[in-house]
């Protein structure tokens, strides 16, 4: 397998960064097997619902979407606000997002005449910051009520290796109690380049610091939204080792009470695992706690390599179809990511319509109901 430099599409100003991908990238969705809409016929109506015409073309969504991983502000928590990011929704057959701050801040280095915005832009490091969900909950709160329904929220401004850090939830719970919250995330585990960039430690999926945390979500039937590679980056014809792999089961075990969503399924950049169906197919079958968000890498990396559905994805995905989830991993703001969602397109009209609706849609009401409910 190579590396590939990619021009991908991503939330941020002018920038391009290569995001780690294996193999070739051959998804255009430029291509017609792409577009989010189909024509229908339906008769035309008028108020009464008298039919005033037999038939009229009318475009309707394939499918619609529930997010499950947006970030609608960046590493120097600039972007969108969220009723800009609606018209986005609307033109992409986006229902709801789920909401998560970014834990991190990109430091701007002394002699760096550019503003970096992505955590790999360069080598300056990230620390962590407890202001982020502040600003994107009080824009919730000044939301036509009409907008407020579409959109739920995780917690996730905290230093994720400080065990104070329950401190600072059930504060932000205490000034918020309106706010959809439905969980905690997305925790920064075990990462790519990430971990090695951050001040003040490196947390890991089971660090005592997320304890308190993780018994907190199992109390109100929260979820946790958990970023943790199960192997490190490797470089060239090498396969990653599974090092971190422990860490997640770890979790798991320890807290069975506890939802987690497997944030892009435990890869990231340059992760390479040629057995990666088997192994979370294992860990599904293991721990009824766990789902998998197939967001970023892992989709272009694994899902689609080719520009095919992969043989052995569409046999995982059918097999555990109630515990798979579709998400744009938006970073800034959705803007014009229209990619981000288009791309699941050949994927959707590879599996029956049944299993493309849960995990593009009704998984993610599961959870937020549970959470709410």
Same mark, same amino acid.
């Given at each position: ?26 998804i255009d969705v430029n291509d017609k097997a792409f577009d989010l809409y189909k024509n229908t016929k339906e008769p035309l109506t008028n108020l009464d619902g008298v039919v005033k015409s037999k038939k009229r073309t009318k475009k309707k969504c394939k499918f619609k979407f529930n997010d499950i991983h947006f970030h609608p502000l960046n590493f120097v928590m600039q972007g969108k606000s969220l009723e800009e990011n609606i018209v986005f929704m609307d033109q992409n057959c986006i229902n709801n997002s789920l909401v998560s701050s970014l834990p991190l801040l990109k430091t701007w280095q002394e002699g760096y005449k550019e503003r970096p915005t992505y955590y790999a832009d360069d080598d300056a490091k990230l620390y962590w910051n407890n202001m982020s969900d502040i ?45 959809? !919250?439905?969980? &905690?995330?997305?925790?920064?585990? *075990?990462?790519?380049?990430?971990? #090695?960039?951050?001040? +003040?430690?490196? =947390? ?109 994805? !569409?046999?995982? &995905?059918?097999?555990?179809?109630? *515990?798979?989830?579709?998400?744009? #991993?938006?970073?800034? +703001?959705?803007? =014009? ?37």
């Amino acid at each position: 397998m190579m590396l590939l430099y990619c021009n991908y599409s991503i939330a941020y100003e002018t920038k391009i960064h290569t995001h780690g991908y294996i193999g070739t990238k051959s998804i255009d969705v430029n291509d017609k097997a792409f577009d989010l809409y189909k024509n229908t016929k339906e008769p035309l109506t008028n108020l009464d619902g008298v039919v005033k015409s037999k038939k009229r073309t009318k475009k309707k969504c394939k499918f619609k979407f529930n997010d499950i991983h947006f970030h609608p502000l960046n590493f120097v928590m600039q972007g969108k606000s969220l009723e800009e990011n609606i018209v986005f929704m609307d033109q992409n057959c986006i229902n709801n997002s789920l909401v998560s701050s970014l834990p991190l801040l990109k430091t701007w280095q002394e002699g760096y005449k550019e503003r970096p915005t992505y955590y790999a832009d360069d080598d300056a490091k990230l620390y962590w910051n407890n202001m982020s969900d502040i600003p994107i909950f009080n824009q919730w709160e000044k939301l036509p009520v009409k907008h407020k329904s579409r959109f739920h929220f995780l917690i996730n401004g905290f230093n994720h290796t400080d065990k104070n850090s329950i401190n600072y939830i059930n504060t932000i719970i205490e000034l918020f109690p309106n706010v959809p !919250i439905v969980g &905690i995330g997305e925790i920064m585990g *075990k990462h790519d380049k990430l971990s #090695d960039q951050t001040y +003040g430690g490196t =947390s890991r999926a089971d660090h005592p610091a997320l304890d308190k945390i993780y018994k907190l979500s199992a109390q109100k039937n929260w979820f946790i939204l958990l970023h943790n590679n199960l192997g490190h980056q490797v470089f060239g014809n090498k396969k990653s080792k599974l090092n971190y792999l422990a860490q997640i089961e770890n979790a798991l075990k320890k807290y069975k009470d506890t939802l987690f969503i497997l944030a892009h399924g435990g890869v990231s950049r340059n992760i390479v695992i040629p057995d990666l169906t088997v192994i979370l197919d294992g860990l599904l079958k293991k721990y009824e706690n766990l789902y998998i968000d197939i967001s970023w890498v892992i989709y272009e990396n694994y899902i689609v390599p080719d520009g095919k559905v992969a043989a052995e994805w !569409i046999e995982f &995905i059918n097999k555990n179809s109630n *515990k798979i989830l579709i998400g744009t #991993d938006n970073v800034g +703001g959705y803007k =014009s990511q229209d990619y981000n969602v288009k791309k699941y397109i050949i994927l959707l009209d590879t599996l029956n319509k049944e299993v493309a609706d849960k995990i593009a849609y009704t998984n993610y009401e599961f959870l937020i109901n549970r959470a709410i409910h």
